[in-house]
């Protein structure tokens, strides 16, 4: 019999660079003009996928939805004038949890810290609301205190698809499944109730949404992207900040946490998709396909950007940018120049290390390239010294860079109401139970992402009375279901008790036919096919994340990524009874064989 595969898939999987058309010139004849990007067109209240985006001759000047407050512009210049260079100094670093007490957050003056997959509270995996809530609480008072103008540090967290790092919280799709809805107020919905969800654990700063226009499927993080069409990530970027931040045009809202477009610029680019490797994309391809998710974020009024791991190099070309982490062009030309962009640039996670010359604890390039908070998950009072020290011989400028930085963090911090919020679990939603689980909303993503390829002979749906065998590695799997950054970094490590809110692939089968009508085993094994009308084979890949997913010279053909999934299919394919095959993956793969 035939068989029938649904999958998450990527949203307009054919469509390519001829996306981005040529229109007439945004210059004048004879003279040049920066192009221009604002608010896009809207649709049924949201931001509108275009059928052709222009190309533009340079970077454009994005402007923000966000205006300026001259008011709020002179209180940053009064706390910048009275901290000190070691205070200014901790506010640009950023320690990880794990690493720093509340007690050291006030003696190093810090200003922001973060939890990337894999930590939480005392180390402890099923940590409750109220834990995460404790300690915000401890950093807060304690940042309060380690600094002249009493300025409270923020917290930021890889909220990838939910905040997906808090046990109980509800998940949603990947971003890979959102871009195959093609759906940019899905989008908003998904994000404000992200945001709703980081405020019930205390967090102020989510590291989302990921913008990479993915070139080559090979790379580990294709699942972070939306899509491969610019123009569908130019459309949900906008969406996606306006969920996260709300709609404030002073600011950050109420409902709101600090966004962040990453990461900057080119990281679906990298040559056979190496994850943290070289981009060789010509400026006009960068402007023009890399750049488009950045115009749409950037215009809703992101105000923070990350910077990429990645390397952006073309000798053929002249483009000799290298890390993106220590490029004056792209970060200080680029991005706070010709884009106009006023917020806060951040690193990755120990991303300075990987500028020549630069260490983990040490970047003066790095700071003078543009970078106001570094990321500096262990090392950071090495990095606190190190920089003190290079202020102090002249390698990194106090008033135009070390001020700058400091000024732009400020600007942030007092756009997100931060100075004038009371401690983390005395705000809306702190502790919220139903801003953390969202199911229903969860539901219509999962549904809106869902791609059909085939139904040979109509099998599905399948009537309400269907007696089915369910088979497959992934049917009774919430660990392969979510994927990477799911309590863990890679996703991995964690069984269906991590998830207690989730329902696998299987338990919604026995919900909707009933617990005797369905049957499962995984292998397929000393089963009868015949006795049923209909299987189910779930498959799929595991959980991965960043360079671990990378498949390098692999194949993309998944019967040779995944031989037990085809092995599973052999056995009950043809015995009897007809085969619907659910797929589950970060990419796009082969799958003709199964």
Partial sequence: MGRIHLRPARGALLLALAAVVAVPSTGIAGKSKQPQAGKPRMEHGCARIEDKL????????????????????????????????????????????????????EEFHIGSVLNGGGAWPQGNKHAAPGDWLALADAYWAASKRGNAAGVPAIWGIDAVHGNSNIFGATLFPHNIGLGAAHDPCLIRDVQAATAEQVRA?????????????????????????????????????????????????????????????????????????????????????????HGQGYYGALAAGSQSVMVSFNSWTNEELGIAEGKLHGSGKALNGILKGKMGFDGLVVSDWNGIGQVPGCTNSSCPQAINAGIDIVMVPQDWQAFIRNTLEQVRSGQIDEKTRIDDAVTRILRVKLRSGLMDEPKPSARE??????????????????????????????????????????????????????????LTWQGTGNTNADFPNGTTILAGLKQALGESDVTFSETGEGVDPSQYDAVIAVIGETPYAEGNGDLGKRSLEHARLQPQDLAVLDRVSGKGAPVATVFVAGRPLYVNKE
């Fill in 54 to 105: 222009s190309t533009y001759a340079d970077w454009p000047r994005v402007h923000s939805r966000i205006k300026d407050d001259h008011k709020l512009e002179a209180r940053v210049q009064r706390m910048v004038d009275s901290m000190s260079l070691e205070e200014k100094v901790g506010q640009m670093t950023q320690p990880e949890i794990s690493t720093i007490t509340p007690a050291q957050v």
């Fill in 429 to 486: 939603h702190a502790g919220s139970q139903a801003a953390l689980q969202q199911p229903e909303l969860a539901r219509r993503a999962v549904r809106k992402s869902m791609v059909l390829l085939k139904n040979q002979d109509r099998l599905l749906p399948l009537p309400q009375s269907s007696k089915v065998l369910v088979v497959g590695k992934s049917a009774d799997s919430l660990q392969n279901q979510t994927g990477g950054w799911s």
């Fill in 201 to 289: 654990t205390g967090q102020d700063w989510a590291f989302a949404p990921t913008l990479a226009v993915v070139r080559d499927d090979r790379w580990g993080r294709t699942y972070e992207g939306f899509s491969e069409d610019p123009r569908i990530t130019r459309a949900y970027g906008y969406e996606a900040i306006r969920g996260l931040q709300g709609h404030s045009r002073h600011g950050i809202g109420s409902d709101g946490v600090i966004g962040t477009a990453k990461h900057f610029i080119g990281d679906g680019g990298t040559d056979g998709g190496k994850d943290q490797g070289v981009n060789s994309s010509s400026e006009a391809q960068m402007i023009n396909l």
